[in-house]
């Protein structure tokens, strides 16, 4: 499996950015889809999964909306009134429905968000 993020730019608070992430290699339905992302000088961190329901991290709830088009074998954050603090490298993983762990990652995107 091979993700490829993009999408990502330089916005105002309250703007909104749509990332995408394209997937390639497998069954796509068959992958728990997700986003992640990393603050500078910060871990790694959950944003939003999607298979049969979507999860979302509580300081995104409301504000991110994340989706996919198995047609097109694609995933989306589609991210609305952004803050500063969401400014980071975003990432795409994905794992196969059989297993529990992330084992697949896109190479990031990064979105930054001034004041």
């Known amino acids: 499996v091979q993700l490829q993020a993009s999408g990502g730019g330089l916005v105002q608070a309250g703007d909104s950015l749509r990332l995408s992430c394209a997937f390639s290699g497998q069954t796509f339905g068959n992958y728990v889809m997700g986003w992640f992302r990393q603050a500078p000088g910060k871990d790694r961190e959950f944003v939003a999964s999607i298979f049969w329901r979507t999860v979302y991290a509580d300081s995104v709830k409301g504000r991110f909306t994340i989706s996919k088009d198995n047609a097109k074998k694609t995933l989306y954050l589609q991210m609305s009134s952004l803050k500063p603090e969401d400014t980071g490298i975003y990432y795409c993983?994905?794992?196969?429905?059989?297993?529990?762990?992330?084992?697949?990652w896109g190479q990031g995107t990064l979105v930054t968000v001034s004041s």
């Open positions: 993983a994905a794992h196969h429905r059989a297993v529990d762990d992330w084992r697949v």
